[in-house]
Nanobody
Framework: QVQLVESGGGLVQAGGSLRLSCAAS????????MAWFRQAPGKEREFVAV????????SATDSVQGRFTISGDNAKNMVYLQMNSLKPEDTAVYYC?????????????????WGQGTQVTVSS
């Protein structure tokens, strides 16, 4: 059974930075794709960034391009989301997601494994 545990959320002022971490366990993740999604109150869950664990290919949604970076540490089974130049509109619960296979999937229902989420709040 795949388990994902996020950490690193918190309260930060606009313009600040946070690094989210996702600890993955329960499988050999070399042939998995990992992603970050977020959900703000009253809004649908939206794609943020994705990485294919084996090749390390990445993609991110336009609104975070140049500000957020997804990365992975294969040896530690960790995935990270470095978030810089944070804006109030980045406020949301951030979720780590995983699925077997190697492609840059962007829809939330492409993923079968989810963490519990970590709250990110950006004050203006």
């Amino acid at each position: 059974q795949v388990q994902l545990v996020e950490s690193g959320g918190g309260l930060v002022q606009a313009g600040g930075s946070l690094r989210l971490s996702c600890a993955a366990s329960g499988r050999t993740f070399s042939m998995y794709t990992m992603a970050w999604f977020r959900q703000a109150p009253g809004k649908e869950r939206e794609f943020v960034a994705v990485i294919t664990w084996g090749a390390g290919s990445t993609s991110a949604t336009d609104s975070v391009q140049g500000r957020f970076t997804i990365s992975g540490d294969n040896a530690k089974n960790m995935v990270y989301l470095q978030m810089n130049s944070l804006k109030p509109e980045d406020t949301a619960v951030y979720y780590c997601a995983a699925r077997q296979g190697a492609a840059l999937w962007r829809r939330w229902n492409d993923y079968g494994y989810w963490g519990q989420g970590t709250q990110v709040t950006v004050s203006s």
